[in-house]
């Protein structure tokens, strides 16, 4: 039976490198804190000394997850009383990177080595630089602002199927995730005791999230950019610069990235979370650890939220299934035929008066 270890013993004594991914050795004795810390936080509340004597006392992984959990009430509040369900959705390009910050502050605060640890953080803030940049455009904090696929599941599953969504998915499960797939951070802290710095490889992979990112900041300006050329040919009936008329009547982005690609930003967001895994995993000499359940859920969200985007996609613009058949959802599809222009605006115009006689037949 593991003991829980003494007050004051934040992470646990590792010897070798693997050790440092050990659940047994590194998370399951410190489980018992988080029982106990609410209440050493209620009774400091007003001790700042003591709060910080609790918060290094308390091991990074145990503070961090009792932190998403506290937010969890939070969340389902706000949403029910304003009938919004997007207030994750407006956290989630910041809380991952507080998350870095606070196994960085820690590390400091414990007197350990957190090289390795910074360099994540620095990817992590460019990663909340462009996505909150992105959703803030988009119009994403204006108040009444919600993701409009969740009034669509609303729909589908009626409203007490959806609140029991909502405390058990939506306002609750979201929020540990987005700590959950910061856990390999946690693994580059414990290693630093024996290895304080990244070797070469460890080295060229975490530098490798950098060009991720950048990747999905050109698929963002390439998305916006087509989306306003679409906006000002609808209110004016002239094709900007760049575009076809064939291509704006479309309705999707099949330009740039997206004509290889159906969704190259996901596939850069996706691909982030794995690399850091695998850091975690190759700091540690671990390939399986613990830490792949916050990466699994983080592509699970993927997984099924991108088919319900492109269900919708299918259903409001004819031609998005041919664009299906030739191009991949994430990556390009290296023997499929691929996006042909020239002979989609001699095909295009014959789906969407099929699909627009289908519509009249179903009408009648």
């Not at 934040?10 to 991914?21: D, G, N, R």
């Not at 909340?128 to 940049?133: A, E, S």
Request: hydrophobic fraction near 45%; aromatic fraction near 14%.
């Amino acid at each position: 039976m593991l003991l829980s270890p003494v007050i004051g013993t934040a992470i646990p004594v590792v010897k070798t490198l693997s050790e440092c991914a050990s659940y047994s050795r590194t998370i399951e004795p410190y489980l018992p804190h988080l029982y106990s810390l609410p209440e050493q936080i209620w009774t400091h509340i007003a001790d700042p000394v003591a709060l910080r004597n609790i918060y290094v006392a308390t091991n990074p992984v145990i503070s961090g997850l009792a932190f998403s959990i506290a937010l969890f009430p939070i969340f389902l509040v706000v949403s029910e009383v304003n009938r919004n369900w997007s207030q994750v959705d407006r956290v989630w390009s910041i809380l991952p990177t507080l998350y870095h910050i606070h196994y960085a502050v820690w590390g400091r605060m414990s007197g350990l080595n957190t090289d390795k640890v910074d360099k994540i953080l620095l990817f992590s803030l460019l990663w909340t630089t462009r996505l909150t940049y992105n959703y803030w455009r988009r119009g994403g904090y204006q108040i009444g602002s919600e993701d409009y696929r969740w009034n669509l599941i609303k729909g589908w599953i009626g409203t007490p199927a959806f609140f029991v969504l909502n405390v058990l998915f939506t306002s609750s499960i979201q929020s540990v995730l987005l700590f959950a797939v910061t856990t390999p951070t946690y693994l580059m802290l414990l290693s630093s005791r024996l290895e304080p710095r990244f070797t070469p490889l460890e080295l060229t992979l975490s530098r490798a999230l950098i060009p991720l990112i950048a990747l999905e900041w050109y698929a963002d300006g390439q998305q916006w950019a087509f989306h306003e050329a679409k906006a000002t040919y609808q209110k004016t009936a002239k094709v900007p610069q760049g575009y076809t008329r064939a291509q704006l009547e479309r309705g999707f982005n099949t330009t740039g990235m997206f004509k290889y690609s159906r969704h190259p930003n996901f596939a850069a967001e996706q691909s982030i979370w794995v690399l850091l895994y695998v850091i975690g995993a190759l700091v540690t000499g671990e390939w399986f650890n613990w830490t792949a359940f916050g990466m699994i859920q983080y592509l699970g969200v993927f997984a099924g939220s991108t088919p319900l985007t492109e269900w919708i996609s299918a259903g409001k613009y004819p031609e998005y299934k041919i664009y299906q058949q030739r191009v991949g959802k994430f990556l390009p599809w290296p023997f499929s035929k691929g996006w042909d222009e020239k002979e989609m605006e001699v095909l295009g115009p014959e789906v969407t008066e099929e699909a627009r006689k289908g519509k009249a037949k179903k009408g009648q």
